[in-house]
């Protein structure tokens, strides 16, 4: 039976492909939207993938998983290393969580070494660039067979 994965994506990745390549590579969110989704065809898996700035509703999205989903992937962007509301959303889901970076956070600027996702997160995958949502359907197909 097909399972399937609710990928959030949090502040300014919208813009991805179109400033800082350097950092977060050329690809576009629409371009890792189609290579997951197709990834995860391959294995099985249904991909649910969405984008906000807002935290409230990103809040909502995970509330609203628990029965609709079987795993969340999520890349929080800049909530990552601020919102506790995100993680206690998480946490009171109690989905199988996998955290995805482009960048390696921790090679980068102090304020982005500490994540909150991580506390409520079964891993983190991190530095990989787009490739680390691809990676992220390896880990989920682990995780939930
Ligand atoms: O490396 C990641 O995936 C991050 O989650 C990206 C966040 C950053 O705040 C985290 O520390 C690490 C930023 C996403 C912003 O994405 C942009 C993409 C293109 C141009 C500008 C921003």
Redo the contacts with the bound molecule.
């Keep these: 039976m097909t399972k399937s994965i609710l990928v959030i994506n ?4 919208n ?2 492909g ?3 390549p350097e950092i ?1 590579g050329a690809e576009t969110l629409g371009d890792i939207k189609d290579t997951m989704t197709e990834k995860a065809a391959l294995l099985e898996l249904s991909v649910d993938f969405r984008q906000s700035n807002m935290e409230g509703e990103i809040v909502t999205w995970i509330q609203e998983a628990r029965g609709s989903f079987d795993a969340i992937v999520i ?4 909530f ?2 601020t919102s506790v509301a995100i993680m206690d959303a998480l946490l009171a889901v109690d989905i199988p969580t996998v955290e ?4 390696n ?1 921790f090679k ?1 600027e102090e304020f ?1 070494h500490h994540s909150y996702i991580s506390a409520a997160a079964v891993g983190m995958i ?1 530095g990989f660039g787009a490739n680390g949502y691809l990676m992220a359907v390896d880990a989920v197909k682990n995780m939930i067979k």
């Design positions: 949090g502040p300014n990745l813009l991805l179109t400033r800082e977060y890349n929080a962007g800049a990552t290393h995805v970076h482009l960048s956070i980068r982005r991190t």
